[in-house]
C-alpha cells in the first residue's frame, strides 16, 4: 500500500504562483512513478504532469508547459508541482497519484494510489 497527503492549495490571483507537495509512505519511494492530475468541477479528472520511477524526461500537459515545473526528491519521498504564471483555468482540486514501477503515463488508469486532492483556486 501507498498513501499520498498533498498540501499547499490555496487562493491565488491570475499571474500568481503556488507549490503542491505531496508526500508518499507505505513503499519504497524511489520505485515509484509519480503524477499529477486534476479535475475541475463537473469535468473528468485530467492529467497534469508525471515522471517515470526510473526519473528522466517529465511529461506535461500541453495546457501547462512553460508554466509548471514537475520535481521530486527522494530523500524527502515528495513530489512537487511548481505552478507559475496562474490562470483562472487552472482551478481545480489537485491530485497526486503514484504507480508502482510505472513510467509516469499520461494514463489515469495505470495509477494504483491517490491522495485526497488539494484545491487550486485562480481568481481572475
Known amino acids: 500500500q501507498v498513501q499520498l497527503v498533498e498540501s499547499g492549495g490555496g487562493l491565488v490571483q491570475a499571474g500568481g504562483s503556488l507549490r503542491l507537495s505531496c508526500t508518499a509512505s507505505?513503499?519504497?519511494?524511489?520505485?515509484?512513478?509519480m503524477g499529477w492530475f486534476r479535475q475541475a468541477p463537473g469535468k473528468e479528472r485530467d492529467f497534469v504532469a508525471a515522471?517515470?520511477?526510473?526519473?528522466?524526461?517529465?511529461n506535461y500537459a500541453d495546457s501547462v508547459k512553460g508554466r509548471f515545473t514537475f520535481s521530486r526528491d527522494n530523500a524527502k519521498n515528495t513530489v512537487y508541482l511548481q505552478m507559475n504564471s496562474l490562470k483562472p483555468e487552472d482551478t481545480a482540486v489537485y491530485y497526486c497519484a503514484a504507480e508502482i514501477g510505472g513510467r509516469g503515463t499520461m494514463a489515469r488508469m495505470a495509477y494504483n494510489y491517490w491522495g485526497q486532492g488539494t484545491q487550486v483556486t485562480v481568481s481572475s
Open positions: 507505505g513503499r519504497t519511494f524511489s520505485s515509484l512513478a
Open positions: 515522471r517515470a520511477w526510473t526519473g528522466g524526461i517529465t
